[in-house]
Nanobody, 127 residues
Framework: QVQLVESGGGSVQSGGSLRLSCAAS????????KGWFRQAPGKEREGVAV???????IYADSVKGRFTISQDNAKNTLALQMNNLKPEDTAMYYC?????????????????????WGQGTQVTVSS
């Protein structure tokens, strides 16, 4: 059974940095996408950054230039380095992986592409 466990969340001041990690078990990285999503209270879950097994990355416009996603397929880990954090980055952050094929019409940053999710780690940025 696939399990995803996030870590690294916390509270920082605006302009600070955090590094999120996601450890996967019961899962062998396949030729699909994996990534980070977030959900703030009262808002829908949104894609933050995703990475394909071939190394291709896609970022939400709101985090471009500030966040970096990386993967270590040998260790089955996924990371998100978040720099210059802003109060609007405050949310629960989730790691997700895609293990089944989906329609090409479902964009990589669309949560519908992903079928396994971690339980989330809270990121709070104060001004």
């Amino acid at each position: 059974q696939v399990q995803l466990v996030e870590s690294g969340g916390g509270s920082v001041q605006s302009g600070g940095s955090l590094r999120l990690s996601c450890a996967a078990s019961g899962y062998t990285y396949s030729n699909h996408w994996k990534g980070w999503f977030r959900q703030a209270p009262g808002k829908e879950r949104e894609g933050v950054a995703v990475i394909h097994n071939n190394g291709t990355t896609i970022y939400a416009d709101s985090v471009k230039g500030r966040f970096t996603i990386s993967q270590d397929n040998a260790k089955n880990t996924l990371a998100l380095q978040m720099n210059n954090l802003k109060p609007e980055d405050t949310a629960m952050y989730y790691c997700a992986v895609q293990t089944m094929s989906t329609s090409p019409a479902v964009q990589p940053l669309n949560s519908m592409r992903y079928n396994y999710w971690g339980q989330g780690t809270q990121v709070t940025v104060s001004s």
